[in-house]
């Protein structure tokens, strides 16, 4: 099951629970790795003669993160839609018969011709107007747009010089280049469990207890004025608890004999096995959060339904 904790448009925080640590981390790759988007792939430039060397220039389009629910599998229930409500897929390069069906056309014409510098920006990044015939109007893809009052800087150009290029974006994966990663942190964490040595705790004095709270990173433990105990916190920090400073701090302060003042062990389900996962996910904007994490788990039941069925061709080949 999944509870999510947080969202925003880009990011996500989500518990993931009832399964294990492979299951945890192949989502984790999913989302990295096996859900398309679309990247510019090829740049033909006609003039540079900006600071950039052509294949710098290049390289900073290609890494611009571009709209991509275009890209997402027709069947897939929040695959991309025109203005009319119909799904308009994306295919692979290698599989289409017409450019326009796997390709999108962009167009770079800047030039300075003022005193002061200027900056070529994706705001400067046009949408070509047709593309193998057809009309790219609605095609649904764009440079993602964080702040419109501060957009992409791409390069900056001083006097009388210029910028000229074609660009052409195309279907990919993540494992295929890092350019096709809608993700841009992804991590997991085990849910702690935190637990008091009390028969320790009982040798130390309400000051002692109290400087122990003190010193050790907000987030963990409390001490409670009333009845002079530690407690631990309602809401833990996860990366505060797995970082040991709770432990380091009773080691240095009351000696080593009290290292295990505390513990901070994963969460285990009835098979002895970590089964509670907290995952924060950031997108670059190619795919909002919520639309990664369905991508992700729909490619996975793809991938075991293919899995399946081939296992199913093959028992039916041997009977």
Not at 187 to 207: C, G, I, M, W
Request: proline residues 5%; hydrophobic residues 40%.
């Amino acid at each position: 099951t999944i509870e999510v904790k947080s969202l925003g448009v880009n990011k996500i925080s989500f518990i993931l629970s009832g399964t294990d640590a492979s299951i945890a981390n192949t989502l984790r790759k999913a989302m990295i790795s096996e859900v398309p988007t679309i990247a510019i792939d090829l740049v033909e430039i006609e003039e540079n003669t900006s600071m950039l060397t052509d294949e710098f220039l290049a390289h900073r389009l290609g890494l611009l993160p571009l709209v991509s629910h275009r890209a997402l599998d027709p069947q897939f229930e929040l695959a991309f839609r025109d203005p009319n409500g119909h799904v308009r897929g994306f295919q692979w390069h290698h599989e289409a018969d017409e450019e326009a069906e796997s390709e999108i056309k962009f167009e770079m014409d800047v030039r300075n011709d003022s005193e002061d510098p200027i900056m070529v920006t994706t705001h400067d990044l046009k949408l070509s107007r047709e593309h193998g015939g057809r009309d790219q109007a609605d095609c649904g893809v764009h440079p993602v747009e964080y702040d419109p009052e501060y957009p992409v800087v791409i390069a900056k150009l001083k006097r009388n010089q210029a910028i000229k290029l074609t660009a052409i974006a195309k279907k990919g994966l993540g494992r295929m280049h890092a350019k096709w990663s809608p993700a841009s942190g992804i991590v997991f964490t085990y849910e702690p469990v935190v637990r008091l040595n009390y028969d320790k705790l009982e040798k130390l004095s309400a000051q002692q207890k109290q400087k122990w709270v003190k010193l050790c990173p907000p987030g963990v433990i409390r001490f409670n004025e009333e009845t002079n105990q530690v407690e631990v916190e309602d809401k833990i920090r996860i990366v505060v608890a797995y970082s040991a400073e709770c432990e380091k701090v009773a080691k240095n302060e009351f000696g080593v004999e009290f290292a295990d003042l505390i513990s901070i062990k994963p969460r285990c389900g009835p098979e002895g096995q970590p089964d509670r996962f907290h995952f924060d996910v950031e997108t670059n904007g190619a795919l909002d959060a919520v639309t990664l994490v369905r991508a992700a788990l729909w490619e996975l039941n793809r991938k075991l339904d293919t899995v399946e069925s081939h296992l199913q061709s093959d028992r039916n080949r041997l009977l």
